[in-house]
């Protein structure tokens, strides 16, 4: 597993996001990620907006069939974006525990189980959900793509 941080625990402040949540099927989630992607990078670009970070995933839920994503990018500001299913929010500040993956988005999940225990052995309790950060481009070959899985604790 080429995971190229430790796992670790940080405290974040409240950061602002532009994204857009649906429910998938898992198997539809490339060519929905590609769109819905798009579709934010369009508004952002519309209405003159900067990203503050790179690209998210949020999966709220762990049904395969029925899988609750939330697609988007931070932003330095919380944007008003009045209208659909595209909406701007401000997640909480707080402790999350982290870690990088070089490698392919699909050879993600041992790092994540590693997270998960580490999360147990240390006495924290995960809070729902599983942000997955695409640090660098996907035009990239798969062996240099970079996740950074981030766990929200308590």
């Given at each position: ?136 481009e996907s035009r990239r070959s798969e062996d240099e793509l970079l996740t950074e899985i981030v766990i929200?604790?308590?």
């Amino acid at each position: 597993m080429p995971v190229i941080s430790g796992i670790s625990l940080f405290e974040v402040p409240e950061r602002h996001i532009l994204s857009q949540r649906i429910i998938i099927n898992f198997g539809d989630f490339p060519a929905l990620a590609e769109k819905t992607y798009a579709q934010i990078m369009k508004f952002a670009e519309a209405n003159g907006l900067l990203f503050s970070g790179p690209p998210f995933v949020c999966y709220h839920n762990e049904d395969l069939e029925n899988l609750d994503v939330e697609l988007g990018f931070p932003t330095a500001n919380l944007v008003d974006t009045g209208h659909g299913r595209l909406c701007g929010r401000t997640l909480p500040a707080g402790k999350v525990v982290s870690g990088i993956y070089q490698g392919p988005y699909e050879e993600t999940d041992p790092l994540m189980m590693s997270i998960f225990e580490w999360i147990s052995k240390n006495g924290y309790e995960q809070q729902g959900r599983i942000y997955n950060y695409y640090l660098n481009e996907s035009r990239r070959s798969e062996d240099e793509l970079l996740t950074e899985i981030v766990i929200p604790v308590e």
